[in-house]
């Protein structure tokens, strides 16, 4: 299992002492949660509630939600199909939501049994009559009701009830997940999200029956001093749902989903719900931010909940949810993959998770699985190799994970063109990016890695203090998908969108460059052990962040946290301020020697290299990294790297291999102008680096496709001989 359970204890103890809850406490109800849910007798109930079907506000991610959660909680955590109620869409009303909650979950649920109440769907607020001023937050149900003057109630369930709900359970393993948003900005999407919550400035007031409910649930025994609620984003923000390439989601809960698909047993709860906050805030920016929410200040709950569901076994990107074909084809679900490779992943190899006692370099146990198809999360594969039948067959349940890697060459970024740009400038944009190899110009509507626009066009509101609007309106720009302006992308005003559009080609390049990279991260499938930190050198020497190839060691090591002052920020991505000076240290835990090659991309997705050559440092992507041996960057002694430029996140990818990066240097040397000690080096032609760079990987993996018979065009990467971690950063 990793960590002994006292030492993991301790070690999340000195975690959650940082943001106030004391190591004594936390081994009291940590011990507890342990011990209560090791008793073979435990149950584990779900209700999960989604609701697309509004009458004035469709959405089209909260159904997804509910099967992503039915997918994890089935697969990954043992839950019962039978156990899991889901209420969906026309049955998911206010009397269906409070009627099963009593009736699957408070009614059936003993002490030690685990609860988990899950909605998706549109928020709102309701005020009480005889206080205007007080309003609560509220969930709409698939029966809402427009408020009218004579007649203000609807049928929204309070918060408070669902709080009160969960109180009242006879077990104290239990969390409430709401994703959905409490605040109406005035408008139904931002950039490529569809906002979940009602589309009504109208504030209607709790119905009758739902006040009577919750008053006899108040007057109730409540068993729960305290609740963890997780919500997809702080009270006056919004949360949103994207559509990706063949599903829509909710931003949290799909990030959410997939960070525990990649859990193991020795993760903590604080690890897994991290990465879901930092993977929702690099899509959505600061208008979106994951909170957990308990009502008595403490997050012990929600994190104790969750050493609750952690099983003792490995990580996993997906499962088998079907055999057919005489067992020659199956159904998987890849939930843990992340929606970039997902994307990519026909072909790719997928292997049967590893069992106790068994090792993967048994070919005659592990089954290997070749991705043919691919619809949304759901795919099918053609078995390879056949189990050792006195071992068992392939069934349903079994978890898989990835094993090679399969991405096309010809890999492009996809543009979405504003609503707010008028007809002809439309045309003219999809012209002018006609003209860009592997640069494609879609609909506002339509699934994209960044969108173009004019800058008086975007929620100036999200815009960070940094930039004045006001000085870039009429000029165009790029922006992330959630509206959100790329430094240095804004022209001068009155230029022509076919200006606009060639000027900004070196950074699409540069972006494009920064999305290959990102397709080769891999800490959670990699089998090579690596393990890496970012630490501050100024103005405090500090361990800020570790990332680390999960399943060569076994476990997740708890990240430490940055400075006490800085707690809200650690649920997301860290915040650097501009002048600290940082170091990554990497250390080569395997037993064979690797190379590494680092890069970094700013804030405006301009991309750097920062160990390329320098003849007198041991750490130059040259040099090979001996085995217990470790590098810095930049070199052990040196200052440090100066965090500068506009505010926004900035990304640095530690790249190990194998193999030497040959070709990688190649590259940059092509177009290298200066000196070559200058680090860190930008790059001149990012684009070329980076194809470089899966040239390399896939060179280094060449043996591992071959011993499995796998034939491809294209570039197959096999986990075992590389390994990305990335580290992202708020410049601010």
């Given amino acids: 299992m990793g960590l002994k359970r006292r030492e993991f204890l301790q070690q999340a103890g000195r975690v959650l002492a940082a943001i106030g809850i004391s190591e004594a406490g936390w081994l009291r109800l940590g011990s507890r949660y342990l011990e209560a849910l090791a008793q073979p007798t435990a149950r584990k109930l779900a209700l999960l509630v989604g609701v697309d079907q509004y009458p004035d506000s469709p959405l089209h991610g909260c159904v997804t939600d509910v099967e992503l959660q039915r997918e994890l909680l089935v697969y990954r955590f043992g839950f019962a199909p039978s156990d899991i109620l889901t209420l969906t869409d026309a049955g998911a009303t206010r009397d269906n939501i409070e009627t099963a909650f009593v009736t699957h979950l408070r009614e059936q649920a003993k002490p030690g049994d685990v609860v988990v109440f899950h909605f998706s769907g549109c928020g709102s607020r309701v005020s009480f009559g ?37 109180r009242s359970l006879a077990t104290e393993n239990a969390i409430a997940i709401l994703d959905t948003s409490h605040t109406y900005p005035g408008f139904l999407k931002n950039g490529n999200f569809r906002i979940r919550s009602r589309p009504r400035p109208t504030i209607g007031q709790p119905s009758l029956a739902e006040l009577t409910f919750v ?25 949103g749902e994207q559509e990706w390439n063949g599903f829509t989601a909710g931003l949290f809960t799909y990030a959410l989903t997939q960070s525990l698909w990649l859990a193991t047993p020795a993760s903590s709860f604080s690890v897994s719900f991290s990465r879901a906050a930092g993977t929702v805030e690099q899509i959505a920016g600061l208008s979106q931010q994951p909170q957990i929410r308990p009502d008595n200040l403490t997050t012990a709950p929600a994190l104790n909940f969750a050493t609750s569901l952690m099983l003792n076994s490995a990580a996993a990107d997906g499962a088998v949810t079907a055999v057919e074909d005489g067992g020659k084809t199956v159904q998987l679900w890849l939930g843990g993959l992340s929606a970039g490779v997902l994307e990519c992943c026909e072909g790719s190899v997928f292997a049967m998770d590893e069992k106790e006692g ?22 099918k594969a053609q078995i390879l190799d056949k189990l050792d039948r006195t071992k068992g067959q392939l069934t349903a349940g079994d978890l898989v994970r990835e094993e090679i890697r399969v991405l096309p060459r010809n890999i492009g970024l996809t543009v979405a063109l504003d609503s707010g740009l008028e007809r002809i400038e439309r045309v003219d944009a999809t012209s002018a990016f006609a003209t860009v190899p592997q640069v494609s110009a879609v609909g506002s509507e339509q699934p994209a890695d960044f969108r173009f626009g004019r800058v008086s066009e975007t929620i100036v509101a ?38 606009a559009v060639q000027r900004l080609i070196p950074q699409l390049k540069a972006l494009q460059a920064g999305k290959l990279l990102r397709l080769t991260v891999n800490e959670t499938s990699s089998r090579l052990k690596v393990r890496a930190v970012l630490a501050t050198l100024a103005p405090q020497a500090r361990v800020m962040v570790q990332r680390e190839s999960v399943r060569a060691s076994g476990d997740y090591r708890l990240e430490p946290l940055s400075a006490p002052s800085e707690k809200s920020s650690n649920l997301g991505i860290l915040s650097l301020p501009i002048g600290s000076r940082i170091q990554y240290r990497l250390y080569n835990e395997s037993d064979r020697p690797v190379y590494a090659a680092v890069f970094s991309s700013d804030t405006a997705g301009r991309l750097l290299a920062m160990n390329y050559q320098a003849e007198s440092d041991a750490g130059a992507m040259s040099m090979a990294i001996a085995p217990g041996d470790n590098l810095s960057v930049p070199a052990a002694g040196a200052l440090g790297l100066a965090v500068s430029g506009a505010v926004g996140l900035a990304e640095t990818f530690i790249i190990v291999s194998e193999n030497s990066f040959d070709r990688t240097l190649a590259a940059i040397a092509a177009e290298m102008q200066q000196t070559r000690d200058t680090l860190p080096v930008m790059l001149l032609n990012p684009l070329n680096v980076a194809r470089a760079v899966l040239e390399d990987l896939h060179v280094a993996s060449i043996p591992g496709v071959q011993k499995l018979g796998i034939s491809t065009d294209d570039l197959a990467l096999d986990v ?10 708020r410049v601010v």
């Avoid at 969930?139 to 009160?164: C, F, G, K, M, Y």
């Avoid at 007057?219 to 919004?238: E, F, T, V």
């Avoid at 609007?469 to 240095?488: E, N, T």
């Avoid at 075992?720 to 990335?726: D, H, P, Y």
């Fill in 720 to 729: 075992n001989v590389w390994a990305t971690l990335s580290f992202v950063y």
């Fill in 358 to 379: 068994d090792s993967l370099e048994d070919s005659n146990y592990t089954s290997r699985l070749l991705l043919r198809s691919r619809t949304g999360l759901s795919a």
């Fill in 130 to 166: 005889d206080s205007p001023g007080k309003m609560q937050n509220s969930l709409v149900p698939a029966n809402d009701v427009v408020p009218l003057l004579e007649n203000r109630s609807v049928n929204d369930i309070l918060e408070e009830t669902v709080l009160q709900l969960v």
């Fill in 215 to 239: 008053e006899g649930l108040q007057a109730g025994k409540n068993n729960r001093s305290a609740i963890a609620l997780l919500s997809a984003a702080a009270n006056s923000q919004i949360a």
């Fill in 462 to 499: 999200q815009t960070p203090a940094a930039y004045e609007p006001a000085l870039y309106q009429g000029r165009y720009g790029l922006f992330s998908v959630s509206q959100m302006l790329i430094p240095d992308t804004q022209g001068d005003g009155g230029e022509a969108v076919k200006v």
